[in-house]
């Protein structure tokens, strides 16, 4: 993509959270921004965002009905850049235990769970460090660790190490970023993360199809 050429960036809406804030923040993050509450997105659409707050069953359901489930994947499948963000990360995830099981779209492998409120607060709030373990695009030139603004109950367990480019510690070291190729994932709110944020915004826009 050239440098004087936005990014066309669609961003799901599937009934799951007032989307504002995010498509804002992509905005003054360097795209262009379509929203999409039914079908498939524009074919000139360079990125995808799947954001969303609230509960796995609620937002697997909703992405099903409207048919997003299989337009995720043929996107994914086609290598072109897409960022799943808090509820749109563990939506990625084979299943989650959250008030039952059920099945998620099963791009990354592992599982969604709970914090233990026994353990410390629940909901997860307010800023936390992230620590990189491996430098993938949207982190280029982040340092190695960065705080970022989180709204959670419940967190993903990544199986496979290799997908794991972000790790937070509230009761014990979680998964906060996940990455494969041009797909990613953050469980916290870059929105709402200031300039840190922002800068993985940004650095999303500049992603190409199919780059490591």
Known sequence: MSSD??????????????????????????????????????????????PGVGAFAQGMENLVERGF????????SSGRPFL??????????DESFEFGHYRGLGVFEGSVVGFD???????????????????VEILKGLPDQFDAYFVHSFHVVAKKEPDIAGITDYQGKF?????????????????????????????FAKCQKGEK
């Open 69 to 76: 489930d299989r337009v995720i994947l043929d996107w994914i």
């Open 175 to 203: 998964t906060s970023i996940v990455a494969s190729g041009p797909v990613f994932g953050v469980q916290f709110h870059p929105e709402k993360s200031q300039s840190a944020g922002l800068a993985i915004l940004e650095s």
């Open 84 to 93: 799943g963000i808090c509820l749109g990360m563990q939506l990625l995830f």
């Open 117 to 135: 409120p026994m353990k410390g607060k629940v909901p997860h709030m307010g800023w936390n460090q992230i620590e990189k373990k491996r430098e």
């Open 5 to 50: 050429k936005k990014a066309l960036t669609a961003v799901l809406d599937y009934g799951m959270g007032n989307l504002f804030s995010v498509s804002k923040a992509l905005e003054v993050s360097g795209h262009a921004v379509t929203m999409v509450s039914s079908g498939a997105p524009p074919e000139e659409a360079t990125h995808l965002v799947l």
